[in-house]
């Protein structure tokens, strides 16, 4: 078995492997932000060329190794282990919603398939979006659009 530890991230004793694709993860391919409910979090390829993985199984794509023994845990919420959500590297995340709860001392196999639309440009518009408008700098997801859209036409009555 190789080893697949990583350095990198010694100063780290959240992620104790990870890999994708066989080869040992680079530092830059994590970011952290704070969440209300969960605290500290970490990004996987957020805004970096998207990684991806055209093979099957349980050996590929992204394999991580965390510790949650000494995890300090949120007084804001009750579970015990990890949310882990899968997103697109643009879009904010959202552990609330979509988020996958890992209890600590299992091996947990999550397989996807991703989809994207792609909308026309303006002229075209869609109920939510004013894409001729729209300056952000990361991606709406259809739960996020939806819910400025109730907001914009609630404070527009």
Do not use: W
């Amino acid at each position: 078995m190789k080893d697949r530890s990583i350095n990198e991230f010694k100063e780290s004793t959240f992620i104790k492997e990870c890999t994708f694709n066989g080869k040992i993860c680079s530092k830059e391919y994590f970011s952290n932000f704070s969440n209300l409910r969960y605290g500290k979090c970490v990004t996987f390829n957020k805004k970096t060329d998207v990684l991806r993985s055209s093979e099957t199984g349980i050996e590929n794509g992204l394999i991580l190794s965390l510790n949650l023994e000494g995890f300090a845990y949120m007084e804001s919420t009750r579970t015990l282990g990890v949310s882990l959500t899968i997103h697109d590297p643009v879009a904010i995340p959202t552990p609330e919603e979509k988020g996958y709860i890992i209890p600590p001392g299992y091996e947990t196999t999550i397989s996807l398939k991703q989809t994207i639309f792609k909308r026309l440009p303006a002229p075209y518009k869609d109920q939510c979006a004013d894409y001729k408008a729209r300056s952000e700098e990361f991606t709406r997801s259809k739960g996020e659009c939806i819910r400025n859209c109730v907001q914009m036409r609630t404070f527009d009555q």
